[in-house]
């Protein structure tokens, strides 16, 4: 898939997560994992404004969003066994 974003749309990370309201741990976080899109130019790390827009029209409250994004629906027991 091809993607094209002008650098006018790009935000740092740092930017990124003070617009979303999220700690800066968080979207590095989420980056390394695939659920944030990012781009690296010149060794920096840059997020497009849409994918910010993105995560602030599906913030409900961090990890329970965060554990339904993932496919864990939070049906598993004590040690992990799908109930």
């Known amino acids: 898939m091809r993607i094209e974003v002008a650098t006018s749309d790009l935000l740092t990370v740092a930017q990124a997560a003070e617009t979303a309201g999220m700690k800066l741990r968080t979207v590095y976080h989420r980056i390394h ?15 497009p404004a849409s994918e910010v827009e993105r995560l602030k029209e599906n913030s409900t409250g961090g990890k329970k969003n965060e554990k339904t994004t993932n496919g864990d629906l939070g049906n598993t027991g004590a040690r992990g066994k799908q109930r």
């Open 33 to 47: 994992k695939g659920r944030i899109i990012a781009v690296r130019l010149g060794g920096t790390l840059f997020v």
